[in-house]
């Protein structure tokens, strides 16, 4: 009998579960404590484990628990395990009453209030019971969510590489738009040169990050400085707020827009900017076996995009 059988056989998935809390409770105490049990009964799966291991997975002080390399091993490996049997069992439920299921996906808040929101919108027509879970935040943040496997996949935009880990799928390519709420003045012009806005209120994003940088470069493309802003914020719930009041202007993806209500708050306006383009993609863990509501998704978010993909 070779090693690996060896180990199977005395392997138990129980004590895998136990390390993984005690790594994450920090002292066997604590991981006793949420599992309900007691800290002779930790103590023994631990043991157990490292006999059948033949390795010493924590090392033990005064101060608690750390996890040696062995055990950061046994840790890594059992998350991506208990996190394949957690989608499982979510295929199963799914695959016996498709009309039901939960998923957890991230998106950048622009691509959530575009095509996210108009995926979720069909789908939940379609099948009422569905629940979302939608984190939004920046691309390296979502990754990140990716990584500790909290979400099946993000939406985002790109401009580099992605690490090896990922799988990446493109939808399309977008550029910025000026974008007013229906009440501003601006709407009833048939053409705009961006140099007649510059003195207008505008509400933009920080230009530190990715997309609050792209909006200014276009200032600076375009041979202007850019505006004095009134409001510098990444949150695009309050740059709409503000929009809404028929004052403000500001720059975002132009798929931010993407139709999915009768009644819009915003319009973007016929301004003429550089061609400052941005890649949107699916992102997944490679070898995380996606569940078939993510593949729904996924399916559904194609059809959703495929007309922005053939004018943008």
């Given at each position: 009998m070779n090693t690996i059988d060896r180990v199977e056989r005395r392997l138990k998935l129980h004590d895998v579960r136990v390390l993984l809390?005690?790594?994450?409770?920090?002292?066997?105490?604590?991981?006793?404590?949420k599992l309900g049990t007691s800290q002779p009964a930790v103590s023994r799966s631990i043991g157990d484990l490292e006999h059948a291991l033949g390795v010493r997975l924590l090392d033990r002080s005064r101060r608690g628990v750390e996890p040696t390399q062995y055990g950061l091993a046994i840790v890594k490996r059992g998350i991506a395990v208990f996190d394949e049997l957690r989608q499982g069992?979510?295929?199963?439920?799914?695959?016996?009453?498709?009309?039901?299921?939960?998923?957890?996906?991230g998106c950048t808040e622009a691509v959530a209030a575009g095509p996210g929101l108009a995926v979720m919108d069909r789908l939940t027509r379609r099948h009422p019971r569905l629940v979302f879970?939608?984190?939004?935040?920046?691309?390296?943040?979502?990754?990140?969510?990716?990584?500790?496997?909290?979400?099946?996949?993000?939406?985002?935009?790109?401009?580099?590489?992605?690490?090896?880990?990922?799988?990446?799928?493109?939808?399309?390519?977008?550029?910025?738009?000026?974008?007013?709420g229906f009440q501003n003045p601006w709407?009833?012009?048939?053409?705009?040169?961006?140099?007649?806005?510059?003195?207008?209120?505008?509400?933009?994003m920080p230009p530190d990050g990715p997309s609050g940088a792209l909006a200014w470069e276009a200032f600076r493309a375009s041979g202007l400085e850019p505006?004095?802003?009134?409001?510098?914020?990444?949150?695009?719930?309050?740059?709409?707020?503000?929009l809404t009041t028929g004052r403000y202007l500001t720059m975002l993806p132009g798929y931010a827009l993407t139709p999915h209500s009768k009644y819009p708050l915003l319009k973007a306006l016929p301004v003429e900017l550089p061609d400052l383009r941005r890649k949107i993609v699916i992102v997944t863990l490679r070898n995380r076996t996606l569940s078939p509501l993510a593949e729904l998704f996924i399916k559904?978010?194609?059809?959703?995009?495929?007309?922005?993909?053939?004018?943008?």
């Open positions: 809390s005690v790594v994450q409770a920090g002292s066997m105490h604590k991981a006793a404590e069992v979510k295929d199963i439920e799914f695959l016996a009453d498709p009309s039901a299921g939960e998923l957890r996906i879970h939608v984190i939004t935040g920046g691309a390296a943040a979502l990754y990140r969510e990716l990584m500790e496997r909290n979400i099946e996949l993000a939406m985002a935009g790109i401009t580099g590489m992605l690490s090896e880990e990922f799988a990446m799928e493109s939808l399309f390519d977008d550029s910025l738009v000026v974008a007013a709407t009833r012009r048939r053409k705009i040169a961006l140099a007649e806005l510059v003195n207008e209120p505008w509400t933009l505006p004095r802003t009134s409001v510098l914020t990444v949150s695009l719930n309050l740059r709409t707020r503000l559904t978010t194609r059809a959703v995009v495929k007309p922005l993909s053939k004018t943008r």
